[in-house]
């Protein structure tokens, strides 16, 4: 059986051709990862979930609890505990709180009434 010399050639660079693509492709998201995980980047992302999390709440006043709660990348979301004044006039100003829940791939916040989560104590527990 003879081999075509052409059709050999054509099929390294073919070949060649396909790696390189995917060695370009796989620096590409390597940079694109190492830019979304710059200090920068983290600090943007921070402001966009605070920001977002204390409008999206509805409390006048509204200020986040504690530090932002990021959950892996799998599951997409980040949360943010929120306190402030209820706006309405039949809540004599009261105090209350929100979860947030900021999803990262579609930038949104989404709230719902937590105030039957308390912070933790300072005390150190003995046991």
Request: aromatic letters at 10%.
């Given at each position: 059986m003879k081999i075509n010399p052409k059709?050999?050639?054509?099929?390294?660079?073919?070949?060649?051709?396909?790696?390189?693509?995917i060695a370009l492709g796989g620096l590409v998201l390597a940079a694109t990862a190492a830019e979304a995980s710059s200090p920068?980047?983290?600090a943007k992302h921070e402001k966009e979930?605070?920001?977002?999390?204390?409008?999206?709440?509805?409390?006048?006043?509204?200020?986040?609890?504690?530090?932002?709660?990021?959950?892996?990348?799998?599951?997409?979301?980040?949360?943010?505990?929120v306190r402030g004044n209820?706006?309405?006039?039949q809540m004599n100003n009261q105090v209350g709180q929100s979860?947030?829940?900021?999803?990262r791939k579609t930038r949104?916040?989404?709230t719902s009434e937590a105030n039957q989560l308390k912070q933790p104590s300072t005390q150190s527990s003995q046991r």
């Open positions: 059709a050999t050639l054509l099929t390294k660079v073919v070949l060649s051709k396909r790696v390189l693509a920068d980047a983290w979930v605070i920001s977002s999390c204390l409008k999206t709440s509805g409390l006048r006043n509204a200020q986040p609890v504690g530090k932002i709660v990021n959950f892996a990348d799998d599951v997409g979301y980040d949360a943010l505990l209820y706006p309405q006039a979860l947030c829940l900021f999803n949104k916040a989404y």
